[in-house]
């Protein structure tokens, strides 16, 4: 039976984000993929596969564009059997030493990396 799939940051085509997309959607199930800006490569996918693929504009660091992304959903579907929080955004900083890390930059790191996800949930 196909399930409904949400995959969050999956507009760069080279990522791990938008080839799950690919794979779910070859598998049968309907697929919600979340972006940031316009993936030509998913505007393709969308050619190919019509009403299984819905694509969103999220960014998971602002609780108003998440919380717009579920509104625009909820008109389509009643529920997600599967989320895949798979969007993050890594600070060169964290691969500097404790004392030479820009904390501004760690901390945003963290928000997306960790709040974002439980924005989307
Ligand atoms: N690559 C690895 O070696 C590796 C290893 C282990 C685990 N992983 C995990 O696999 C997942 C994907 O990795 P990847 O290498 O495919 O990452 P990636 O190429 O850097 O792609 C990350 C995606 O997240 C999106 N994103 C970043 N910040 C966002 C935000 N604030 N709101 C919404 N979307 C945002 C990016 O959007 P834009 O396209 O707009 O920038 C991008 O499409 C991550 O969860 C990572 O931790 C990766």
Redesign the pocket.
């Known amino acids: 039976m196909s399930q409904n799939v949400m995959i ?5 085509a ?6 799950l997309v690919l794979r779910y959607l070859e598998a049968g199930d309907n697929v919600v993929a ?4 316009p ?1 030509p490569e998913l505007d393709d996918l969308k050619e190919k596969y019509g009403d299984r693929l819905t694509v969103l504009t ?5 609780t108003e ?1 998440v919380l717009n992304a579920a509104a625009e959903l909820s008109d389509e579907t009643d529920h997600l059997d599967l989320l895949i ?6 600070s060169p900083d964290c691969d500097k030493g404790f004392f030479d890390a820009d904390l501004d930059y760690i901390a945003r790191t963290v928000d ?2 960790a709040v ?1 996800a439980m924005r989307v949930i």
């Open positions: 969050t940051g999956a507009g760069k080279s990522g791990l984000g938008f080839n979340t972006i940031r800006k993936c999220m960014d998971i660091s602002d564009s929080n798979n969007a993050v955004s890594v997306i990396a974002g």
